[in-house]
């Protein structure tokens, strides 16, 4: 079975490795995340007419149009690339939106020689880039009731 490296990564604890929640809900950010990215090419696409008779394929979902949800999750994703930094967003590119692992970033990280400290960068600057970016797809931590 191929796993995906960031489902991995939620499995195995690595995301946050001594706070389940908090584990949870980063991995949620990268789903999320995914989410978006798919909605962010159709702004390219032509416009499809509502009105039009359905001919296979499948059909539109309740809400925005692609078309209209488009400019939303673009602007969504280019705050999400400020919000992660030159640094973090293409680790975060590459671990959640093309399935990479972590080793497979090292040379990301040009000024480390020592592979498991690279390893250990990578991890972190997606670690915080994923704190960063949750609050601008949605994903917040439910507050507790004292």
Request: glycine residues 6%.
């Amino acid at each position: 079975m191929n796993a995906d490296a960031f489902d991995a990564l939620r499995a195995a604890r690595q995301l946050a490795p001594h706070d389940p929640k908090l584990n949870e809900l980063r991995w949620l950010t990268g789903e999320t995340l995914r989410r978006l990215h798919v909605r962010v090419p159709s702004a390219g696409l032509r416009a499809v007419d509502p009105d039009a008779p359905f001919i296979g394929g499948a059909r539109f979902r309740a809400g925005l149009a692609p078309a209209e949800a488009a400019p939303g999750a673009s602007e969504k994703w280019r705050a999400a690339a400020a919000a992660a930094g030159p640094a973090a967003w293409p680790i975060v590119l590459r671990i959640v939106i093309e399935g990479a692992h972590i080793k497979e970033c090292r040379r990301m990280i040009p000024e480390l020689a020592e592979s498991w400290r690279a390893d250990c960068v990578v991890a972190d600057r997606l670690r915080v880039a994923l704190d960063r970016i949750a609050p601008i797809v949605g994903v917040t931590a439910a507050r507790r009731r004292a």
